[in-house]
């Protein structure tokens, strides 16, 4: 329904978790939408859903809330970004 979020109670999907490992990466919305082949609409969308899932604001808080889990060994295991990727 309208309006109604999950708020941290579901996980990342395996593209989700792609976007979020960029943006810990400190890629901008460009920058991620040319490594994963779309738009910055398209980025800027699937963020908004990452932070509706997550509960979180903005990608600061999505950026600690990475390195946390990343701490706590609970992230599946990161693709290395590619040199083509930065470009």
Do not use: C
Not at 14 to 43: S, Y
């Amino acid at each position: 329904m309208y309006g109604e979020h999950s708020h941290g109670r579901d996980l990342p999907n395996d593209r989700e978790q792609r976007v979020i490992e960029l943006v810990a990466q400190g890629f901008t919305n460009g920058d991620v939408a040319r490594a994963l082949g779309t738009t910055q609409p398209v980025v800027k969308n699937q963020l908004q859903a990452i932070y509706d899932k997550l509960g979180l604001w903005n990608r600061v808080e999505l950026a600690l809330w990475h390195e946390a889990r990343k701490h706590e060994g609970t992230l599946p295991a990161v693709v290395p970004v590619t040199p083509a990727e930065r470009a």
